[in-house]
Structures are given as C-alpha cells and as structure tokens.
C-alpha cells in the first residue's frame, strides 16, 4: 500500500494473534541506504512469538513508493567535489535541503497518522512501558528520524495526537558521518569517498565493508578501518543472489540517485549535524535553532519532549559506528555538565552484531528494540540464528 504521503507499505505483519488488540506494541521500521524495507524481512517470524505488529516502510523512490516530483528534486543543490565556501551559498543550500528533509519529515508524520486511524493501531501505555509505536530508523534512515523529531513541535496535531503513540524514536546503527560528526584526522576511511576507485569500485568495496564483522579496539585510534574478520563471514557472503536482489534498490544511491545527492548534500551542508542536534535539543536550549537563520523554531503542535531516543547500535560494524558512540557520549556529557535541555538518550548495544543484524540475528535486534531496560547490552549469542 502507498500511502497519501507517497511512502510505501513494503510490508504488515498484522494484530498478532491472542493478544489484547488494544495493547500491543508495533514496531515501525525506516529503511537506510539503497537496501529497502525487504532487508528487515526476518523480523516477521518472530512478531506473534513476541506479541508484537512490524510495519516496514519504503522511502520515497524506493520499491512501492512515490518518486520525488520535479519541484522536490529542486530542493537539492548540486553535489560539488568541494564543498562550496561562499557564505550566501552554503545558506541557500543549507535552507534548501532543510525544506527538503522537513518535506520528508511530514510525510513520515502523516504516514503514522494514517496508520494509526486505518490500522487502528492502539496508544501508549507509558506507565506500562507497553503498546503504541517504536520507531526505528536504520542507517540513513536515522536522518528521517532526526528530521521529524527536529520538525514535529512545528507540525499541527492532526486526527490523533500521535504523542499518544510514539514511545521510543531508535537511531539503528547510525555512522558518525550520518549525525553530523567529523571524521578523525586519523585514517577516516569509508569506501563511499575513496577518490582512487571509480563510482563503479566504490559500490562494489562499500557493500563487502559495510557488510562485513570488525573487531575494535577501546579507543577511536584502535578502531579496526579497513581488516574485516574472517569468522564470522560477511552478510554479503551468506545471501543468496535471490536475497541481495529482492532486498536491494540500486537507483537510488548511485550519482545523480536521490540518496546518493543527500549523502553528499546533508554533509557538505552540515545539515546532519542541524538534523541531529534539532532532535537531541528541546526547544528551551540554545542549542536547539533553525539549522541557518539561528532564530528559535515555531512551534504549532507537540515535540515530544517526553519520547525516549535510543541508539541502538553493533559493536561489530564498520568503525564509524562506535566513533559515533563515542562522540554521542562526549556531546551528552558537554550537554549534562552545560544544563542543557536534552531528549531523554538511551543506548543498546547489539554486542556480535554487525551492520546487518537484522538479517543475521534478527531476535536479538528485535530484542534491543523492544527491552525497556536501558543501557543494557544484548549478546546476539543468547539468541538463536
């Protein structure tokens, strides 16, 4: 089904059977980089042995979706090889990929509306830490996640008041780069922005990197770049040709492909960077602006400030995922020491997990999800493949 808003309903595993259907907690999931909602695929064995709804969803130009109309595809500047530096430039850009990802932002908040009133979807029961939504955004997907966190104090409240619904927002895996974090002078290596291979070699190294199982050392100088483990293999290994075909969507994310623009765009912009910080911050710190004019946003509705973000994340992924820990764990203690006015931030590790634990090991990923207890980690050892 695509919805009014043009996002795509890849997949709905249903009311799961025996179970009070005013209190069950469905798990909404938003797809990363060029592999669409199909690659969250085996979480639904496990939805009724869990009691639990999982509704995939497809990005805009992905399988099932809406393609961008011409006037969106405006809104993206052209990818230059550097960045641009003249100030009147970097705020038109700036303001442009803004509306650009406030456009995605509301059409993530008008989807979930309309699954709530068509689905009949049940509220929140807070006390009970039960029912209502988890929303995950996995990868890039966390910058949807971002954007609507950072726009819905501005969205009008519609048919239902969707801070009903909403009890966890989760950034999944998220890489340094995608919450607006320098990279280390030191080896910052990601295949994507290898300028010695041709866009062709990129793709293809990127997918065996980011597929892969890394062991790291404790500190960011000890972060494994480039040697990936023998044992246990790559996710690229174990799938089938039939697998990587129905989970991947190429057009997307090769140049000129809409996310292959934002990939570029949100970082040359620092527009990562407004997009995390706009949902880390509630409006009453300063941190918490309009990503160029530095004015205050307008609020009209609600901005979940009683939401709890999580970042789930694996300890054996690529490296800028526990750089990206790290780095969350300085700017929260920056926040603490300041007195500043922050989300509640949680944090998960998948400790085994890779990049792809949700194909690997789907029940400890469904798992890290859905536990309310906090900060905790969970061994993708205690569960079965």
């Avoid at 249903?14 to 179970?19: A, D, H, K, L, S």
């Avoid at 011409?70 to 705020?91: M, S």
Wanted: hydrophobic share 35%; glycine share 8%.
């Amino acid at each position: 089904m695509t919805t009014t808003s043009g996002l795509f309903v890849f997949k709905d595993s249903g009311v799961p059977e025996g179970r009070d259907p005013n209190s069950y907690t469905t798990v909404v999931v938003v797809h990363g980089y060029v592999w669409h909602g199909a690659i969250f695929s085996k979480l639904f064995s496990l939805a009724q042995s869990r009691g639990v709804r999982i509704i995939l969803l497809n990005r805009r130009e992905y399988p099932g979706a809406k393609p961008y109309t011409p006037e969106e595809r405006a809104l993206l500047p052209p990818v230059l090889d550097t960045p641009p530096t003249d100030e009147a430039e970097l705020r038109s850009g700036a303001e442009m990929l803004e509306m650009f990802m406030q456009q995605r932002a509301r059409e993530l908040y008008d989807t979930l509306q309309e699954l709530v009133v068509e689905r009949q979807i049940p509220p929140a029961d807070k006390d009970a830490q039960a029912g209502g939504i988890i929303l995950v955004g996995w990868s890039l997907g966390s910058a949807w996640m971002n954007a609507l966190l950072s726009h819905v104090g501005s969205f009008p409240v519609g048919e239902v008041a969707l801070k009903g619904y909403i009890r966890r927002v989760i950034w999944y895996d998220t890489i340094c780069f995608l919450l607006g974090y320098p990279y280390p002078s030191h080896d910052p290596y990601n295949p994507l922005w290898d300028s010695s291979l041709t866009y062709e070699e990129r793709g293809r190294v990127f997918t065996g990197w980011v597929t892969a199982y890394f062991s790291h050392g404790d500190t960011p100088e000890t972060f494994e770049r480039r040697k990936w483990l023998k044992t246990p293999p790559s996710t690229l290994a174990t799938m089938s040709k039939d697998d990587l075909e129905s989970t991947v969507h190429i057009p997307p994310g090769v140049p000129g492909g809409a996310d292959w623009i934002l990939l570029h765009d949100l970082h040359k912009y620092d527009v990562f960077r407004r997009l995390k910080e706009g949902a880390l911050y509630l409006s009453d710190d300063p941190h918490k602006k309009s990503g160029s004019g530095g004015e205050p946003r307008a609020h009209v509705g609600d901005e979940w400030r009683d939401v709890e973000v999580r970042y789930v994340w694996c300890d054996h992924s690529v490296w800028e995922v526990p750089y990206a820990v790290y780095l969350l764990r300085e700017e929260l203690d920056r926040a603490k020491k300041d007195g500043g006015s922050v989300r509640r931030m949680t944090m998960s590790r998948l400790k085994g997990a890779n990049h792809f634990a949700q194909w690997d090991h789907p029940a400890a990923t469904l798992e890290s999800f859905l536990t309310n207890t906090v900060n905790q980690d969970v061994d993708v050892s205690d569960y079965k493949a």
